[in-house]
């Protein structure tokens, strides 16, 4: 079976930089697992925004049963979508990428055409695959039309629309649908496309429990620490980029209620502030309350997790974010706000109480007092080990494209 999908540069053999995002941490997974138990050729196409006039592909790696293509898209093309003024036609806007890529799929002849994830680029390879009369299979790793949402200050209001629009289109031409959790299913089915249920797949994201365990065991043979830790303090952590949808607001407003009340308690936060004037302000008053720590590799990530004794993600809309598996893989306490995509796991499996809101403050802090030093039940662990296991996730993958590949 050939599968052609979009890629990303970190998932390049011997790439310099870890990958990051959920998407992209799927496919260099998925792709290591297709090269080592299936012969199956996977053929992965990436974009990049350029100052040109005219869309361009280009062949950029080969190795055995993998090959790698980049498209080389003009700017203006995406800027005239994401700033549109008035709504126009996204085919025609995009009519030269969309020719390049139906082209590749003619030449290359995949079984399937598989979108990890959404957005602008994935929807060009959708137009392309419906072109070249090639099954679809689309992952929703996120819900785009809510994310558009929460950042509609970057968009015109004829822009957002027509994305939106754009991903309507993924329910009306795929094949089969893959979603991570019900919960995001259930969002998506209200708000953005309705669909009849035999088409729809509800696959966990893949998670490598026994590898993360042994990149911290590896960790603490080393004797490596994080600076700034005071064990005789209750740590909370957090790993989240700077984005409105991680929700840093509820996590300064934590902190400062902490401290008021005098609580034996310390906030480290990872992620990376951009080094940009308007975020000046908001970068003084976080670090005032809270240990800002830069990204960190996998190895640092798992030794974060030790350290701390507690995380939080208290996300406006996240569907399946990684943290949540290295905190079961690692038995660190995990706290989520209610949209967050494992709300429904964590009901229905003993886990109600590590489900809080994040709109108050005051609330926070007296629910996480009643949680303190608490271990999470074994059957929530159980569940999201058994859910979220990598080789059971990607033979589930492999049916579906068995299921619908011409």
Known sequence: MTILSNGFPTNMPDAENVSQGGPANFARLFTSYITANTKDRWIGVMLQAESIRKPRLQKIFSFPRREY???????????????????????????????????????????????????????????????????????????????????????????????????????????????????????????????AD????????????????????????????????????????????????????????????????????????????????????????????????????RDGISRFCRTVDLLLQPSLFDVSPTVVLEAVALNTPIVISPNVGYVHDFKTHGAEPWVIETKNAASMVKHIIRLARQPMPMSIKKQLRKAHDYKRVFNAYLKVFSQVGR
């Open 69 to 195: 293509y980049k498209l080389y898209a003009p700017k203006s093309r995406l800027k005239a979508l994401t700033q549109a003024k008035i709504k126009k036609d996204p085919s025609r806007l995009f009519k030269g990428s969309i020719d390049q890529l139906a082209s590749l799929i003619r030449r290359q002849k995949p079984d399937v055409v598989f979108l990890n994830g959404f957005g602008i680029f994935n929807w060009l390879l959708l137009k392309a695959a419906e072109q070249a009369a090639t099954p679809v299979v689309i992952q929703h790793a996120g819900i785009w039309t809510k994310e558009l949402e929460i950042h509609k200050s970057l968009y015109t209001v004829a822009g957002r629309k027509m994305m939106a629009e754009m991903e309507k289109d993924s329910s009306r031409l795929a094949s089969a649908e893959v979603f991570l959790n019900e919960w995001s299913k259930d969002y998506y089915r209200r708000h953005v496309a309705k669909r």
């Open 198 to 297: 035999k088409q729809t797949y509800i696959i966990p994201l893949p998670f490598d429990f026994n590898l993360f365990k042994r990149l911290s065991r590896r960790g603490q043979k080393n004797k490596l620490s994080l600076p700034g830790f005071d064990h005789q303090k209750f740590n909370i952590g957090v790993i989240a980029r700077w984005d409105e949808i991680k929700n840093h607001q509820a996590i300064l407003a934590l902190a400062k209620e902490a401290k008021r009340l005098k609580l034996p308690w310390a906030f480290h936060v990872v992620t990376s502030i951009p080094d940009l004037p308007k975020y000046e302000k908001a970068r003084r008053s976080y670090e005032r309350e809270i240990k800002v720590i830069p990204s960190l590799d």
